[in-house]
């Protein structure tokens, strides 16, 4: 069955700190693995698009990797700022013409 | 918001009656989909849309149905809502040619809320 899972389902850190959010899939065959933030009463919107042949992808101060042997990814906040407080959802595509999997989310808290 | 508007943006309804949640974009493009959130799980495909008259169904499509007659808009009623219906519903966009390489562009969601 594909399955998209994110851990950790929340996380508090303190501004200016540097965090790791995890994302693991089943999806298969893989087409894409994207990062989405959305805050509060907003529509998810995207970070990073990632193709099975590319490892890295950075928008701003958030780098997507993607580990395709493992079916692993992580998206790293550098330097958090108080508006990086969101949900962070990570998303896999199957190959054309099928759904998107969306993973459940992680909830991060950036305090000062 | 990549021109996507949601109306209403709150709406609260009795059980039983029907529903009409409407998207607009203002961007001319061929794809737009139904999804709704509900805690616990992640974002859900109710139904989608290829073009004017062409829709097929998503994975939750029970008790929906969708209609696209215009190009920017794109329809979801509940024909007889349900307390399982309360959800927020988003509707979203994409610049592909529907195979996924795109990402979506969302709008800001509907809370309905079915009493």
């Known amino acids: 069955k594909n399955q998209v899972e994110q851990s950790p389902q929340s996380l508090i850190i303190l501004e200016g700190k540097n965090c790791t959010l995890q994302c693991n899939y089943t999806v298969s065959p893989f087409s894409n693995l994207r990062w989405y933030k ?12 990632m193709t099975f042949s590319e490892n890295t992808k950075s928008n701003g101060r958030y780098t997507a990797t993607l580990d395709a042997d493992t079916k692993q990814s992580s998206l790293h906040i550098t330097a958090s700022q108080l508006s990086d407080s969101a949900s962070y959802i990570c998303v896999v595509s199957a190959q054309a013409g099928t759904a998107l999997i969306f993973g459940k989310g992680t909830t991060l808290s950036v305090s000062s | ?84 219906q309360t959800s927020v519903y988003f509707c979203a966009i994409s610049q592909g040619d529907g195979t996924y390489n795109s990402p979506l562009h969302f709008g800001n969601g509907t809370r309905l809320t079915v009493t």
């Open chain 1, 38 to 49: 959305q805050d509060t009463g907003r529509g998810p919107v995207s970070l990073t698009i």
């Open chain 2, 1 to 84: 918001d990549a021109g996507i508007t949601q109306s209403p943006r709150h709406k609260v309804t009795e059980t039983g009656t029907p529903v009409t949640l409407r998207c607009h974009q203002t961007e001319n493009h061929r794809y737009m989909y139904w999804y709704r959130q509900d805690p616990g799980h992640g974002l859900r495909l109710i139904h989608y849309s290829y073009g004017v008259k062409d829709t097929d169904k998503g994975e939750v499509s029970d008790g929906y149905s969708v209609s696209r007659s215009k190009t920017e808009d794109f329809l979801l009623t509940l024909e007889s809502a349900t307390s399982s």
